[in-house]
């Protein structure tokens, strides 16, 4: 019984939290319309910014829980609120970057990999990365 109480008042703290990200997401908003700065999806509708929540929040569960799918879930969100798909996939490339660099400052205090062996994947990954996205950008 103990546990319902405390699923109750997570519950209740969430929902607030999640009232108060859309009251500044929707404040936000509003300045970006004052000066005039364009943006793919209107927020300020209550469905729409329900869909990009639960998108967030059902990946970063899974993220925690297994380690993988806060990307997709993402992707799946924005693309289903009819975002730019460019804009989505920038997007989800800058997320996974610092989910990456988070795991790596992990395993560099566990001393699991050594400072080397980071630099080294680390390196790799952005000429091979940078390759790809020049190549797709160009010719794509």
Do not use: H
């Amino acid at each position: 019984t103990s546990y319902i109480v405390y699923l109750c008042i997570f519950a209740l703290i969430s929902a607030g939290f999640m009232y108060f990200i859309y009251r500044f997401t929707c404040y936000r908003l509003s300045f970006y319309k004052k000066v005039k700065y364009g943006y793919d999806v209107n927020l300020n509708n209550p469905y729409k910014f329900t869909i990009a929540l639960l998108g967030g929040l059902i990946g970063g569960f899974l993220q925690g829980v297994i380690g993988v799918g806060s990307g997709d879930c993402m992707m799946a969100a924005m693309l289903f609120l009819k975002m730019n798909p460019r804009v989505v996939s920038a997007t989800v490339g800058y997320q996974i970057f610092f989910v990456g660099l988070a795991s790596t400052i992990v395993s560099l205090i566990r001393q699991q990999i050594l400072p080397w062996e980071a630099g080294f994947f680390f390196s790799i990954s952005f000429v091979i990365g940078g390759g790809l996205t020049l190549v797709i950008y160009r010719y794509i």
